[in-house]
């Protein structure tokens, strides 16, 4: 059974940093590339960042700096390190393994496999 389960989101203040990780298991974890995927009320579902098998990244243009991808093959887990976080940037953060071949894959179609979420919530 495919399973990607992520986790790390919680309250922070505007300005703070947090780490989600995203942990897979049920599918050849280091063959694919891995995403991370948003959906608030206001922004509906937005694409966040890429890596691919070989660890190659791509970051939505508003996250570039701020935000950094990384992968552990070896623990088959996916990582999203957020800094300067903002208010509008309150989501639900999702990661997604795209279909073989697609990279880097920036919409819902191209995702084979989604977890659950994990809920970040920006506040003062």
């Known amino acids: 059974e495919v399973q990607l389960v992520e986790s790390g989101g919680e309250l922070v203040q505007p300005g703070g940093s947090l780490r989600l990780s995203c942990a897979a298991s049920?599918?050849?974890?280091?063959?694919?590339?891995m995403n991370w995927i948003r959906q608030s009320p206001e922004k509906g579902l937005e694409w966040v960042s890429a890596?691919?098998?070989?660890?190659?990244?791509y970051y939505a243009e508003s996250m570039k700096g701020r935000f950094t991808i990384s992968r552990d093959n070896a623990k088959s887990t996916v990582y999203l390190e957020m800094n300067s976080l903002k208010i509008e940037e309150m989501a639900k953060y999702y990661c997604?393994?795209?279909?073989?071949?697609?990279?880097?894959?920036?919409?819902?179609?191209?995702?084979?496999?989604w977890g659950p979420g994990t809920q970040v919530t920006v506040s003062s």
């Open positions: 049920g599918f050849s974890f280091a063959d694919y590339a």
């Open positions: 997604a393994g795209a279909f073989p071949g697609v990279w880097p894959a920036r919409t819902r179609f191209e995702y084979k496999y």
């Open positions: 890596i691919s098998w070989d660890g190659t990244t």
